[in-house]
């Protein structure tokens, strides 16, 4: 049983970065695809962006050209890229993996603030 854990969270200013990580307690090589959702406050959980073994990435269309996610299959660990933030990035955010079982984690909260 793999756990995802998700870090680098907090609170950042419209315009700022942050950048979230997801550690695996094993081996990610044979997940063939992770990546990222998120739910805003009285929202329902969204797509963010994914990323498949072979590297071909998938973005939403409101975060595409202002994040970046990437794997480090070395480290087990999977990342989000967060440029250039809005008021609207603020969410928990939560990595996701498939393999021979569907993995989540218990999210990291971003909050987008003046």
């Known amino acids: 049983q793999v756990q995802l854990v998700e870090s680098g969270g907090g609170l950042v200013q419209p315009g700022g970065s942050l950048r979230l990580s997801c550690a695996a307690s094993?081996?990610?090589?044979?997940?063939?695809?992770m990546g990222w959702l998120r739910q805003a406050p009285g929202k329902g959980r969204e797509f963010v962006a994914a990323i498949t073994t072979g590297g071909t990435t998938n973005y939403a269309d409101s975060v595409k050209g202002r994040f970046t996610i990437s794997r480090d299959n070395a480290k087990n660990t999977l990342y989000l890229q967060m440029n250039s933030l809005k008021l609207e990035d603020t969410a928990v955010y939560y990595c996701?993996?498939?393999?021979?079982?569907?993995?989540w984690g218990q999210g990291t909260q971003v909050t987008v603030s003046s």
């Open positions: 094993g081996s990610i090589s044979s997940f063939n695809r």
């Open positions: 996701d993996a498939w393999g021979t079982q569907y993995y």
